[in-house]
């Protein structure tokens, strides 16, 4: 930016530009002074300044001011927007000061220092590699800051684009939505926006908000609430999953406590309807849901049994197999009980503890959820160690993403099961169905269906003539994808499945399955469970 408008022949003076630091120093140079909050001051020089902010420019040149009120601001951020116009450089900038820089940049107009901020704030985007609340919140706490404060939307494609590539949205509307009442409505327009055309996220958030609201205290619906639905594309939610589309105005008719409030909520289901009638048909092929897959995702992976400890900690910080607590779990659990059964090998403690506290790091480092507080007590069997340190507390457990689903059946040897046909009934009333009058228990079937392995893999019944003559009855919500299949001893403790690829492999033996029936599913009968994502 041009600065300077003398006519000499002279270059002008551009900034950004190094004036240099350690001009700082020097009480003869300084001759303004910037009051900070909590009555601090910062000095500097009135021209350098001047230079880079028209605004100071103004103020010291014009007005003759010798001194300038950023009582808003700490001395730390206003110290630094000192030493970034007098470098030319942003060097020191962290998450903690970015909102003050970027406001005082603002408030300034210092345009040069405003882009460097635009260029901070995308390269923090940029290293978030793994889906971390806490990262992806303060990308998008200084986004809906912007926004509603400056009227700018500069971060906000930035922010959003971050958790939609890393896959979060569900997982972050859920948890952003915790406190939807506390919400400015600038906050609320950008959930919406993040989710788009997957409403079905922001929906399922609050039917099960409102849900707790009607056991727990009743009406009546908050105006944030209201002012969420009214502003999403609720025939989106109609199309793609009518039955939690019925279920959210299930619950609020029953939080209707006035006529005022039912006729908001008839007003609400129509203005649904209407809006899935006008829309066009290019809109309506682009956003139909992918088909179904209900093959049960990770039942069977494979894992060289034959590692090194060293190899396997190396594994098992690096596979891109394991993708939940769980599946890490169960890994050490089965790669341990084999080292020890076949070889006689793997007593130290010591290794042992290593191996979880990896575990625990993972679970920072990539943002896996904890499992149900129900799991506390419960041992993943053979190596004794608590499943406690991975499970929510009992003030979280509300809050928990997920929840164990029981097999109504038990089966002695759970390799044989998985050999031959067979079904598992759960008995699962899914998130969103408040109240359900059909006949019988709400849940799934599970069949076994051949592979090309030895063992068989499962597959989600979602027909209805698989649930003629049965106990149950399916909920179309139920999705496949979301569960991950264990087993349970007579103990509740945990026994995994997932590792046993080489024994799911086409050339495994009957006598190699036979004798881990023996050896590692030794303590019948069994249950199966479903660790469901809800």
């Known amino acids: ?33 910037l009051n900070t909050s909590k009555d601090m001051t910062v000095s500097a020089n009135s021209v350098i300044l001047s230079f880079n902010s028209p605004v100071i420019g103004h103020l010291t040149g014009t007005l003759h001011l010798t001194s300038v009120d950023m009582l808003e601001f700490d001395r730390e951020a206003v110290q630094l927007f000192v030493e970034a116009a007098y470098s030319g450089t942003v060097e020191g900038l962290t998450r903690a000061l970015f909102r003050d820089i970027n406001k005082i940049c603002k408030v300034f107009k210092v345009d040069w220092m405003l882009n460097k901020c635009l260029e901070f704030f995308t390269t923090e985007a940029e290293t978030v590699k793994t889906a971390s609340y806490s990262d992806l919140l303060f990308l998008f706490e200084e986004a809906a800051y912007i926004v509603e404060m400056q009227k700018s939307r500069d971060l906000v494609e930035v922010a959003l684009k971050r958790i939609e590539v890393l896959q979060y949205k569900k997982q972050f509307i859920d948890q952003y939505l915790e406190n939807v009442d506390r919400l400015s409505t600038v906050k609320l327009d950008l959930v919406i926006e993040l989710a788009g055309s997957e409403v079905n996220y922001i929906v399922q958030t609050l039917t099960n908000q409102l849900t707790h609201q009607m056991r727990v205290q009743g009406p009546p619906i908050s105006v944030n609430s209201r002012y969420i639905l009214d502003n999403s594309c609720l025939h989106l939610c109609k199309k793609s999953n009518r039955e939690l589309f019925e279920n959210l105005f299930s619950i609020l008719e029953d939080l209707s406590a006035d006529l005022d409030t039912m ?34 995702p990770n039942l069977y992976h494979n894992m060289n049994m034959e590692m090194s400890y060293d190899q396997f900690v190396n594994w098992l910080c690096t596979s891109g197999d394991i993708t939940n607590v769980l599946l890490a779990l169960e890994a050490v659990n089965t790669w341990c009980r084999y080292q020890y059964k076949t070889h006689g090998s793997f007593s130290s403690k010591s290794q042992l503890n290593t191996l979880l506290e990896r575990i625990t790091g993972m679970m920072n480092t990539q943002g896996w959820l904890k499992l149900p507080y129900s799991l506390r007590g419960r041992y993943m069997r053979w190596f004794g160690s608590l499943l406690d340190p991975y499970c929510v507390s009992e003030e979280e457990q509300l809050q928990c993403g997920y929840v164990v689903v029981d097999c109504i059946d038990t089966c002695d040897k759970p390799l044989t099961f998985l050999s031959g046909e067979g079904t598992l009934i759960f008995h699962f009333k899914p998130p969103g169905v408040t109240s359900c009058k059909r006949p019988g228990h709400c849940g799934f079937i599970l069949k076994t269906i051949p592979s090309a392995g030895a063992l068989r893999t499962l597959e989600l019944c979602t027909e209805s003539k698989d649930y003629d003559n049965t106990s149950v009855h399916f909920h179309d919500s139920v999705r496949a994808e979301n569960m991950h299949i264990f087993c349970c001893d007579t103990n509740n403790d945990l026994c995994s499945l997932s590792w046993f690829g080489w024994l799911h492999s086409s050339n495994a033996s009957s006598n190699k399955m036979e004798w881990w029936n023996d050896k590692f599913f030794d303590c019948p009968p069994f249950k199966f469970r479903a660790l469901y994502l809800i």
């Open 1 to 33: 930016a041009v600065v300077s408008t003398q006519s000499t022949g002279v270059p002008n003076v551009t900034v950004p530009m190094n004036f240099g630091k350690d001009l700082l120093l020097s009480p003869t140079h300084n001759n303004i002074v």
């Open 263 to 296: 006729r908001w909520v008839l007003q609400l289901h129509k203005k649904a309807d209407l809006e899935q009638q006008e829309e066009l048909p290019s809109t309506s092929t682009a956003l139909v849901p992918s088909p179904r897959n209900n093959k049960i």
